[in-house]
């Protein structure tokens, strides 16, 4: 895991190898009325408080991601879905600085943000909302009411964490030891990642 960062300028510093191409990135973005934030260890880009877009640094790449890319028109074809679960994102990908037509960009990102004023979002249907709790979830469900109740307030992606965390476990022994780890974690309505978002 990338180490915890408190500023943009120190996320550049860790990403040193891309820091010139992320930089130029970040004045195209900045040339916007986008605002800069920090939000999951990493630079995102808002308006009127939703996420647009962000930046990513890789070891081998960097990206820009767009949070609803999906309704981009993507004329040029260099847009990338990054994985199967990512119904909405989508990523433009670079390997050098000298990838960088800063004229498509700033079109990408004025897209996204029409897009955005336009209320253009991907919604999420029930199906994919419902989480399915496994079995020792609800045992301890079962003798505690309040921690369930608990565990209902949260929104269904840290429900979905909390699950993912569980189920994970191989053994029972390490289940009922994480169980124990997050179960005042859940009361206090904290979700598992709580502590590397800087929303």
């Known amino acids: 895991m990338m180490q915890k960062v408190n500023s943009i300028e120190e996320y550049l510093e860790v990403n040193s190898h891309f820091a010139e191409a992320l930089d130029v990135l970040r004045q195209i973005i900045n040339s916007t009325e986008l ?27 960097f990206s820009i991601w767009f949070f609803n890319g999906v309704f981009l028109k993507d004329e040029r074809k260099v847009l990338v879905s990054a994985d199967k679960k990512t ?36 919604q999420v249907s029930r199906k994919d909302k419902v989480v399915s ?16 109740v608990s565990f209902r307030q949260l929104t269904s992606g840290k429900q979905r964490e909390y699950v993912e965390y569980m189920e994970s476990a191989k053994r029972e022994a390490t289940k009922v030891s994480r169980l124990d780890k ?6 206090q309505g904290i979700g598992l990642h709580d502590k590397y978002r800087n929303s």
């Open 35 to 61: 605002v800069e934030t920090l939000k999951w260890n990493a630079p995102v880009y808002t308006l009127n408080g939703k996420n647009v877009l962000g930046l990513a640094a890789f070891k081998n790449h």
């Open 133 to 148: 709790i496994p079995s020792i979830l609800n045992e301890a469900f079962a003798t505690d009411p309040s921690f369930k």
């Open 182 to 187: 997050i179960k005042p974690m859940i009361l």
């Open 87 to 122: 119904k909405a994102l989508r990523q433009m990908r670079f390997e050098s600085l000298y990838d960088i037509d800063k004229a498509i960009v700033l079109a990408y990102v004025k897209e996204a943000i029409e897009n955005q004023n336009l209320g253009k979002e991907l």
